[in-house]
């Protein structure tokens, strides 16, 4: 599964409110609307700078706060990729599994705003083309690697018609 995008940096501690403020999460789900919305409480006009296929990315603890699903939807739905993070908070990573968006733990330090990534979740690696630079990434069980490859949880129960590893 490889991927490839521009970051859009973030710092520690991005919480789920500044994913979506509750202000748009509690009058809607429709996710249209919401995606528009992302991160506008960190950066007004962020949906406007993301293309199809980029990537967030943050530093430690990203997804903290509250458990909502809509967060890692809203994510998704506008089109980034993945996210990649030094750190998540476990829930949000939960959520974003079961949703099929991808999330990538490594150091982001060394990683600026608008670099050209590639994302290699089965190599485990991220290839940063701007600095020419390869991270090694924490690995992903493969369990979670083919829930991401179907599209999310519930398309791979539907798919395989159980919870269990299919090789």
Avoid: W
């Amino acid at each position: 599964m490889e991927i490839k995008g521009y970051s859009h940096k973030f710092g520690d501690d991005v919480n789920t409110d500044y994913i979506i403020s509750g202000k748009y999460k509690f009058s809607t789900i429709d996710m249209d609307e919401l995606s528009v919305h992302l991160m506008e409480d960190l950066r007004p006009n962020f949906y406007n700078e993301i293309k199809k296929g980029d990537f967030i990315v943050a530093g430690e603890n990203f997804g903290c706060g509250s458990s909502r699903e809509q967060a890692p939807l809203v994510i998704k739905h506008a089109g980034i990729s993945a996210v990649i993070a030094t750190s998540f908070a476990r829930i949000f990573y939960r959520n974003s599994i079961n949703i099929g968006l991808p999330l990538v733990e490594v150091p982001t330090d060394n990683i600026d705003e608008g670099d050209l990534l590639t994302v290699d979740l089965e190599k485990g690696i991220v290839k940063n083309h701007t600095k020419d630079e390869v991270l090694k990434i924490k690995s992903l069980p493969k369990v979670m690697l083919k829930i991401l490859q179907s599209g999310g949880l519930v398309n791979y129960y539907k798919k395989y018609g159980t919870l269990e590893l299919i090789d």
